[in-house]
């Protein structure tokens, strides 16, 4: 069944149902649809046609919500835009895309205006704030159309979505995405226990997959209830959980672990929460058992932008600090640098392939064929597979760090620093050394009114690491570099770390 087909389905099943909440708004499935398809045949009129790139660049809120599925109603490509990105990196994505219209708010629109060029060249702009209530304002599209022709038939096969890449790794790439892509996407979180019952808090950016992909439309889908709140408004997303007894969490580990520490100095009635999930980077065990003290269990899943989920903890079978296994009808294997299987216990590449995998790369044949080896999505990420079947994270293929010809995951020296009462956040990355290689160097920020010296956290390190794995300098942070979506950028770290370190001479 499509995706919009199953929307429908929903709207019958539980028309006076809540579809989505912000703050003390709701509406209900029939209004959700009612005004969606008046933004489809709005936009149509307007110019827009079946096929055209349409940017989005909205903070989370209801008109994000119904400017996606309106445009995915009339057939148009959705180019998500986070908001965290300057001109010139939105001026790549829109040039990339192709994008005919932009949909905007003005304090965002006014933030890139005089460094993203590309805007220039749109065919049409709309604004969700226009006092006029003009048809180039968001107010206008809602309204019901003076003609209410049939919307366009969707075929499964047709692109619904290119959605961009945090560009960690290299310069963004636009993740291709059909119809029959995210409708699989959104029915993966059935068997995660999203259904109808569920009342799902996003409180991630909604032009991420976890949010969009795997909450919202899945949401839609099951005929479940999604309370929206902006990224990093804890209080609110609080308040949220509390007054429409959220039920379902996902957020990244920084979000969870931001929203522990509000509740912690001004808490809220949470009693209502059932699971608690995250994703996008590894989470902390002591996170984890914080968290659960609070909230709920987390149970860390895993994903991408180009597939998602791939696996998770089920609440029943959870194991601290593993990516968990599979999800149905996800397959992951782990792959030598010949393209060989690995034996248990070893490190190797996740490979994977599903249904819900994407398209490919927009206008980009020679990174969609890199990305593929025989049918298999090449992640560039490390894991390992226990007896038991339990994946576990060991970080990406050029973070991963070798000290004389062991390799280190800079995630499980992280976990360990994690521990430590005094750090608030630790990045560990590679750094060049004449002898080993490289050595280990950890990045840290420590809790406010914390001190610590370096000697003490190599020392606290040392007992719960193997030797080779112990940091051999830390370096003390007010904070960490991070991407647009939040996650750590160890690659700006290394980069700082461009001369050899000092070491024995070599012989």
């Not at 989370?60 to 148009?76: E, F, S, T």
């Not at 692109?159 to 290299?170: D, W």
């Not at 030797?467 to 996650?487: A, C, M, N, Q, W």
Request: hydrophobic share 40%; with cysteine; charged share 20%.
């Amino acid at each position: 069944m499509s995706l919009m087909a199953a929307f429908k389905n929903s709207v019958l099943r539980n028309p006076t149902k809540i579809a989505i909440a912000f703050g003390e708004q709701s509406w209900t499935y029939a209004e959700f649809d009612r005004l969606t398809d008046n933004i489809a045949r709005n936009i149509l009129t307007a110019g827009v046609e079946p096929g055209d790139r349409v940017a989005l660049h909205l903070q989370n809120g209801p008109d994000l919500a119904m400017g996606c599925i309106g445009c995915l109603k009339a057939g148009c490509i959705l180019v998500p835009i986070n908001t965290r990105l300057k001109g010139r990196e939105i001026d790549y994505i829109l040039r990339q895309s192709g994008s005919a219209f932009y949909v905007g708010q003005p304090d965002l629109y006014a933030g890139i205006n005089e460094t993203c060029p590309a805007l220039s060249a749109l065919h049409g702009r709309y604004f969700t704030e226009d006092t006029s209530g003009g048809m180039d304002s968001f107010v206008g599209l809602l309204r019901t159309p003076s003609h209410t022709e049939p919307l366009p038939v969707i075929e499964s096969d047709q692109v619904a979505a290119i959605m961009y890449t945090s560009g960690t790794t290299a310069r963004p790439k636009g993740v291709v995405h059909s119809h029959e892509s995210l409708a699989q996407t959104a029915r993966m979180m059935r068997h995660m226990h999203f259904d109808e019952d569920q009342v799902g808090l996003m409180m991630s950016s909604m032009t991420h997959m976890v949010a969009f992909g795997m909450l919202f439309l899945s949401a839609l889908q099951s005929g479940a209830t999604t309370v929206i709140t902006r990224p990093f408004e804890f209080q609110s997303s609080l308040d949220a959980i509390a007054r429409w007894r959220c039920t379902y969490i996902f957020g990244l580990p920084v979000l969870l672990k931001l929203l522990l520490e509000t509740q912690l100095s001004a808490p809220r009635d949470v009693t209502s929460g059932r699971f608690s999930f995250c994703g996008g980077d590894s989470v902390p065990p002591a996170l984890q058992e914080a968290f659960q003290r609070s909230f709920s269990p987390i149970c860390e899943a895993y994903g991408a932008t180009e597939i998602a989920p791939m696996s998770w903890n089920r609440p029943d079978e959870i194991r601290v600090g593993s990516i968990g296994k599979p999800c149905d009808e996800v397959e992951l294997r782990l792959v030598d640098s010949r393209g060989s299987d690995v034996e248990p216990g070893q490190i190797g590449e996740i490979y994977v392939r599903g249904p819900h995998l994407m398209k490919g790369y927009w206008q980009d044949p020679d990174a969609t064929t890199a990305a593929f080896d025989k049918g298999w999505f090449r992640t560039g990420d490390l894991g390992r597979q226990d007896a038991e079947g339990y994946y576990w994270f060991a970080g990406r293929k050029k973070e991963i760090i070798i000290r004389g010809g062991s390799n280190i995951s800079p995630q499980e020296v992280e976990a360990v620093l994690h521990e430590h009462p005094s750090v608030a956040e630790a990045a560990v990355v590679g750094h060049p050394h004449v002898i080993w290689g490289e050595s280990v160097v950890a990045h840290v920020v420590l809790l406010p009114g914390h001190h610590l010296e370096e000697t003490e956290l190599i020392a606290f390190a040392r007992e719960r690491l193997a030797e080779y794995k112990v940091p051999e300098t830390v370096v003390f942070r007010s904070d960490l570099p991070k991407s647009p979506t939040g996650k750590i950028q160890r690659r700006e770290l290394h980069e700082e770390q461009q001369a050899p370190a000092a070491g024995f001479a070599a012989v």
